[in-house]
């Protein structure tokens, strides 16, 4: 189906690369595959999946590959660094005139949300920055458009100005900036009407508007879940007007959103927000990186990734993998690794992304109870120290003890002492399969 | 017989300003797809592998889904291999008669189930911003054209200026807003209208809601119990739930399906915003995968600028260039 996570996807092909010392094209050219199409379901511009997929080819064949990663991973954090590069690094800030007011213009298409963004845009000013932001209603042809800013104005308690819908948006804009001067306003957030990028006479409209109150900031709203046409509607936008930067809006759907990607690459301008809500503080700051994770439908993986290079320490490690061979694995090793595996990310995304996981039956599509986990620390930290090194200590008597320790019951802490052994034979089983297929060990059982 | 003389012989006979206006809204639409089309057998005389990889770009430029792609693309090679064809002019019919095939599965159900002397319910649903009360106000007024007696119901209680936003269009078209104050329970207001539409003998119910992203359950929680009321009232009621689209949106367009017609039984699509470049071409996969319809298009701003969907007429209007190219060669070539 079509909402198929890359890391699924690129399971097959993470598997042959498993044990190899360096990326061979072919294994690149098999796994770019499907990391186009990941882009182009994601709504990712074609053109801009084509140069992408070349760039990523180009650096990931014949890298060396690091000693705590898979050649698979090796290629993902590739993709995910030439992605994130792309979609401008890192996070970028509204503009502030040197002199105020601040005149900000936003402009898009119908029903990207413009009017909603102008709302949420002045609040964030008004809470975030202690900014006194004056809204503009100038869409004079959606009916009750202003109606609907100047109801949002209510309900922040934020001033709004209108001069009805007979009026042109040119001299309403004007108007504003006088009025924002005299009031000390510090911020003006023109609200346009929504057009069609092909509309020459209403974005001759929006040249005027432009022309008349130089404004600092030209932000472009755009619907998140835009498909293919994003390039032809930023770029004309862009053109005509420059843009200064995008807002990314209805992002709290649940679409992968690679029209980010599109409208960056054709516009070179930041996102500077993400619309996440209906509710009107619902406005973020937008995040190139997460944005990136979230188009190749991988979650926080990657950044599972760079924390394992990172986080897991090399000795220690070596010392886990001795003793899940030698079968000596005791609760406080459980409970370390436990910490550490908690500390990547969400549970059921991290248990997707193990290669085989989603083979394995009933791993796939599991749901990781963050609560159960906590309820499973409880009980292993009401253990003595002899009971997590020899777990056969286990009685009734101390069972119940435990149980009450840690304010669960018997059933439950049986339960985790039968996982625990079953997880033994199982890293057994698994470190014996690995076993001189990859130097450096491995550093979780997973991995 | 060709495909383009099938489709000729159809349109004989159909009014050729309606013929017009289609050509004329999808204009934008039909120049970027055709160029591309024609570029495509320009720069490659032969059929092979390179070929099918821009036609397979092409597709997915207008938003048809990679999904739905592979598998036109699958069938075209195909064809290709059993009609051995290898010269790419004489693939494009091909292509052009795929994807009309595609579109108009079958044929009767693409048009509004309107009840004759009785009451007819038409729900609107969608995501935020796809143009739902605008569509309301086009069809209002078509119907009211029809010299139907047309209700509105505002059930977008939430928006900041939805009720203003269909009263205005009440206005405009000279028909009835049943609402409530902003924040009131939907499905109240549901329940008011029906009650309404009832008492006062009108033919056509056409009922607002908010629009709400597909993913948030409490939201589709409350759009099915606004079902629910309108049910209650009327059994059969609401006789169509029209989902509209966006036809810029992309890939997204095929959860939102999924996932309404889940809550509301989607009876068929609204696509908005066809006058711009986007190609909505997420109906393509919508139609092959889930097997809803597309009845009615927006076209542009106007009153009038909101059609009956055909598919035929669709197809003719994104290849019309096409077809006249095709027609002329026939012409001139040798009998």
């Keep these: 189906m079509a909402f198929e996570g890359l890391a699924e996807r690129l399971q097959g092909s993470i598997k042959k690369m498993r044990g190899k010392g360096k990326v061979a094209e072919q294994d690149v050219k098999e796994m770019m595959r499907e990391v186009r199409l990941a882009l182009l379901e994601a709504d990712v511009n074609f053109k801009v999946v084509k140069k992408f997929v070349s760039d990523v080819k180009e650096r990931a064949v014949g890298q060396d590959i690091l000693d705590s990663l898979t050649p698979g991973q ?18 970028s800030k509204i503009a502030t005139a040197q002199k105020p007011p601040t005149v900000v213009m936003m402009v898009g298409l119908q029903g990207a949300g413009k009017t909603t963004t102008t709302g949420k845009l002045a609040l964030h000013l008004r809470k975030k920055h202690n900014r006194s932001p004056l809204m503009v209603a100038a869409d004079i042809y959606r009916p009750a458009a202003i109606k609907q800013l100047e109801t949002l104005g209510k309900q922040l308690d934020m001033p709004v100005f209108s001069l009805g819908d007979q009026v042109s948006p040119v001299e309403i804009a004007k108007q504003a900036i006088a009025k924002a001067k005299e009031e000390h306003h510090d911020y003006v957030i023109i609200d346009t009407a929504g057009r069609l990028h092909v509309d020459e006479n209403l974005m001759g409209e929006l040249d005027e508007i432009k022309e008349v109150v130089s404004p600092d900031e030209i932000l472009l709203v755009v619907d998140a879940m835009t498909g293919q046409d994003a390039v032809n509607v930023a770029q004309n936008f862009n053109e005509r007007l420059g843009i200064t930067g995008v807002v990314l809006t209805k992002l709290d759907g649940d679409t992968r959103g690679g029209a980010a990607i599109s409208v960056k690459a054709v516009t070179n301008t930041p996102i500077k927000f993400a619309g996440m809500g209906e509710k009107s503080d619902a406005l973020e700051p937008f995040h190139p990186e997460r944005m990136a994770s979230r188009i190749l439908g991988m979650g926080d993986v990657l950044s599972l990734i760079e924390k394992a290079e990172s986080s897991v320490d090399e000795e220690r490690a070596r010392e886990l993998e001795r003793k899940m061979r030698t079968n000596e694995l005791t609760f406080d090793d459980f409970l370390e690794q436990l910490a550490q595996v908690r500390s990547m990310g969400p549970l059921d995304e991290l248990l997707n992304m193990m290669p085989g996981a989603g083979k394995m039956k009933g791993l796939k599509n599991i749901q990781v109870d963050e609560k159960q986990i906590v309820h499973i620390e409880a009980i292993v930290k009401s253990m003595t120290k002899a009971e997590r090194e020899e777990p056969s200590l286990l009685n009734g008597s101390r069972k119940r003890r435990i149980a009450k320790g840690s304010g669960t019951s018997v059933p439950e802490v049986n339960r985790l002492v039968k996982q625990f052994d079953e997880m033994k034979k199982m890293m057994k089983q698994m470190s014996g399969m690995q076993k001189g297929k990859k130097k450096g060990g491995m550093k979780l059982p997973f991995m | 017989m060709s495909f383009f003389k099938k489709m000729k012989e159809k349109f004989t006979g159909q009014s050729d300003a309606v013929t017009e206006k289609f050509k004329e809204g999808l204009s934008k639409t039909r120049n970027s797809f055709v160029g591309a089309m024609n570029d495509l057998v320009k720069n490659y005389r032969t059929v092979d592998e390179d070929f099918f990889e821009e036609l397979e770009e092409i597709l997915i430029s207008a938003d048809v889904g990679v999904h739905t792609v ?8 195909d064809e290709a291999r059993k ?37 007819t319910v038409i729900l609107f649903v969608g995501v935020n911003g796809v143009g739902k009360t605008t569509s309301i106000g086009k069809l209002a007024h078509k119907f009211k054209q029809e010299n139907k007696k047309v209700l509105l119901a505002a059930g977008d209680t939430f928006r900041a200026g939805a009720i203003e936003q269909l009263e205005v269009w009440g206005e405009r078209v000279g028909v009835d807003v049943i609402k409530q104050q902003a924040g009131s329970d939907p499905a109240a207001v549901m329940f008011d209208a029906i009650q309404s539409a009832k008492s006062r003998k009108v033919d056509i119910l056409l009922c607002d809601t908010a629009g709400r992203l597909q993913n948030k359950v409490n939201l589709m929680n409350e759009l099915e119990k606004v079902k629910r009321v309108l049910t209650k009232e009327i059994p059969d009621a609401p006789h169509e739930v029209l989902l509209v689209l966006d036809a810029t949106t992309g890939q997204n367009a095929m959860s939102q399906a999924k996932v309404f017609q889940k809550a509301t039984d989607v009876t068929g699509i609204v696509l908005t915003k066809l006058d711009g470049t986007a190609k909505g071409g997420i109906v393509l996969a919508i139609r092959h995968e889930l097997d809803i319809p597309v009845k009615l298009i927006g076209l542009g701003e106007g009153l009038d600028d909101l059609y009956e969907f055909e598919a035929d007429q669709f197809v003719h209007g994104l290849f019309s260039d096409v077809l006249e190219q095709v027609e002329e060669a026939a012409d001139s070539g040798p009998k």
Aim: hydrophobic letters at 40%; aromatic letters at 0%; glycine letters at 4%.
């Design chain 2, 83 to 119: 009609r051995n064809i290898q010269d790419a002019k004489d693939i494009q019919p091909v292509i052009s008669e795929k994807l009309a095939e595609l579109l108009q599965k079958s044929d009767q159900e693409s048009h509004l189930l309107i009840k004759e002397n009785e009451l």
């Design chain 2, 70 to 77: 592979m598998e036109l693309i699958d069938d075209l090679k």
């Design chain 1, 74 to 91: 090796q290629v993902i954090k590739i993709v995910n660094e030439e992605l994130t590069k792309l979609m401008g690094g890192e996070q």
